[in-house]
């Protein structure tokens, strides 16, 4: 059976009106420009207004994908919206399909955090591969100013509101080269945003828990030293599993979280800083939107073209990340990685090649060969390298 590919073929972004700078945050909180820049990267963030929701984000990102694809609304088989802040906890993909028209479509959440993104893109993956869908809109949206302690220095100066989405068809050849995702649920109190147990007692036997979510928590440099520790070795095996190395890369892409962590994940990976795809100074950290947000400028301003090599990689809360073999302080963190390229597959299939850097990358990451990890037991890293089509951009 021949194999279906699948390729990005729209980006698109929307972010609300409200700009917030530093300067004005320390109006109203105890902190300075001087700290979050220093720290962090940020300068100012988008925050969305009272008549601003996911849905009304979601959906004006997900009609600019549709229109750079041309695509229209009621061929899209899937509306696939990754968010940790839903305008209704039973989900907003729906809200999104029948504002956009997309009536034929399917709508569901996916929650995972920053990672939500490149966890979506898998997963969209998996449907065209196996032939189930064609057309796919993928939407990543946070509104996380809704969930932050406005008191918590320490979190609520870090996150922005937006949404970002791409339109993922299937194609003859797959843009998808190769991906890796771990989860591990054994520090989750490192990041959170939980439900309040509230109890209330309906009758003398008879008790409940009234709904509700406290504001974010964060364990801010357990999630740090987990970034830089673990998103290059993900990178590396990702990059390993598509028959590339760093040097191939064109942009590194990650999870907007912190200037420090993209410039320290590209120095370990001696990718040079004009590779790193950033935006944070502007948004700060928009959670599931921030990789198809800084996506889609960099493909609207040229910076990305066809041809080029993508190393994308989230990392957050949520849900867990589990290294093969965790140390045993393993923070509890959500982790994935997508490595896609538009180049022609045949210029970059090197089979040799993959097995002359696997003895240096097991030393790095593995210790020993009789690691089990998927991407050593790949039959044929062949396969994973194919190609991504921006058929806006031919
Ligand atoms: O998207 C999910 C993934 N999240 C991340 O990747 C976040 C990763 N972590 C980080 O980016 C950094 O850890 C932060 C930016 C959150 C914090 O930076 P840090 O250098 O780790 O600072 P810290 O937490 O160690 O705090 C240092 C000091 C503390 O004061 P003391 O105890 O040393 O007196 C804090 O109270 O900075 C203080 N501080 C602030 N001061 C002014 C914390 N937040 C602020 C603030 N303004 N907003």
């Known amino acids: 059976m021949e194999r279906v590919g699948l390729a990005i073929t729209g980006c698109g972004a929307a972010s609300p009106t409200q700009s917030v700078s530093n300067d004005e945050l320390s109006d109203f909180v105890e902190t300075s420009d001087e700290w979050i820049a220093s720290r962090t990267g940020i300068r100012s963030r988008r925050l969305a207004m009272p008549g ?16 750079m694809a041309g695509l229209d609304a009621e061929d899209v088989d899937l509306i696939l919206l990754a968010t940790s802040t839903p305008d ?23 929650t995972a955090a920053c ?18 869908f064609k057309n796919i809109v993928l939407i990543g949206g946070d509104i996380l100013s809704r969930w932050v302690n406005w008191d918590d220095r320490r979190t609520c100066v870090l996150f922005g509101d937006g949404a970002g989405a791409v339109v993922i068809q299937a194609h003859t050849v797959d843009g998808l ?3 890796q995702l771990r989860s591990d649920g054994s520090q989750n109190a490192c990041l959170n945003l939980k439900i309040i147990e509230d109890s209330q007692e309906m009758s003398e036997d008879v008790v409940v828990i009234k709904g509700g979510f ?15 520790r673990k998103v290059p070795e993900i990178i590396e ?50 959670s599931a939107a921030s990789i198809p947000i800084a996506l889609n400028e960099a ?8 041809g080029h090599i993508l190393a994308l990689a989230g990392f957050g809360a949520g849900l867990t990340w589990s290294p093969d073999r965790p140390p045993k302080s393993s923070p509890t963190f959500n982790f994935a990685i997508g490595v896609v390229t538009m180049k022609d597959p045949r210029q970059a299939i090197v089979q040799n090649f993959a097995k002359s850097i696997a003895d240096e990358v097991c030393d790095r990451w593995c210790g020993d060969r009789s690691d089990k990890s998927p991407l050593f037991l790949s039959p044929n890293p062949i396969k994973y390298s194919l190609n991504l089509f921006l058929k806006s951009l031919d």
């Open 237 to 286: 095996k990702s990059l390993f599993q598509a028959s590339l190395t760093a040097s191939d890369v064109d942009w590194l892409l990650l999870h907007q979280a912190n200037q420090r962590i993209l410039d320290a994940v590209a120095t370990r990976l001696k990718i040079a800083p004009e590779k790193v795809v950033s935006n944070l100074a502007t948004y700060g950290n928009t």
């Open 299 to 306: 493909v609207r301003d040229g910076r990305i073209q066809p």
């Open 214 to 228: 406290s504001p974010i928590t964060m364990n801010g440099q357990e999630v740090y030293k987990f970034a830089v």
């Open 52 to 67: 601003d929701s996911l849905a009304s984000l979601g959906a004006a990102a997900a009609l600019q994908a549709l229109e």
């Open 88 to 110: 209704d906890l039973f989900g907003t993909a729906g809200v999104i399909q029948a504002s956009i028209g997309a009536k034929q479509a399917i709508a569901f959440d996916l």
């Open 115 to 132: 990672s939500g993104f490149v966890f979506g893109l898998v997963t969209a993956a998996q449907y065209i591969r196996t032939g189930t």
């Open 177 to 179: 080269l190769g991906f």
